[in-house]
């Protein structure tokens, strides 16, 4: 099993960056006046960006190199609507996009919450586990705590802008998929 340990000197850089640069990013959110809530916000559109339009940006740029796909211009609807606009000033996030940028997005935060629960399984029925899978466990509870707002819109959310409840299945089914490959890989 490769992972590492806590007691790896090595992991005191890796917590070092993280606490440091979440750090470093609260105190230029305070120089401006803003407060926890924009440094939450931000985190979460990072994640939110990094996973949907990072990777379909990537990817068509890929396919275009390969002469697989061209550049084509589809235009969207910038009209904004009463119900968006109390969402916005609400501060709740509005899901009412493509499921094709909606199922990786929550993908990945239903696979970090599910990991999660199997490593505070794994942590409290096998004790021994603790040095070895604190770590993982502790980034997939950061990445479902940032992802709080996709999983509301999955399973709590009854509103228009909520994720539609076929996204949430495909989201599940491909979760516990990926989980399921990575236990199989671990046991051979």
């Known amino acids: 099993m490769l992972c590492m340990q806590v007691t790896d000197p090595f992991s005191l850089v890796f917590f070092y960056v993280f606490v440091l640069s979440n750090l470093q990013h609260m105190r230029e959110i305070y120089s401006i006046g803003d407060s926890l809530q ?15 339009s990072y990777l379909y940006g990537s990817t068509h740029a890929v396919m275009e190199k390969l002469g697989v796909k061209e550049a084509n211009f589809l235009p969207t609807n910038k009209v904004v609507n009463e119900d968006e606009a109390k969402l916005h000033q609400m501060g709740i996030y509005n899901f009412q996009t493509s499921s094709i940028f909606l199922v990786p997005l929550c993908s990945l935060v239903t696979l970090n919450l599910l990991a999660f629960i199997v490593g505070i399984i794994q942590i409290v029925f096998h004790r021994e586990y603790i040095d070895a899978i604190f770590i993982q466990t502790f980034l997939m509870f950061y ?10 819109g999955m399973m709590l959310r009854k509103d228009k802008g909520r994720i539609a409840t076929k996204v949430s299945c495909y989201s599940l089914i491909f979760s516990v998929f990926i989980l399921s490959f990575g236990k199989f890989l671990v046991a051979y």
């Open 143 to 152: 990445i479902a705590l940032m992802g709080y707002p996709v999983l509301e």
């Open 38 to 52: 924009t440094w939450k916000y931000e985190q979460r559109v990072w994640m939110i960006k990094g996973i949907t």
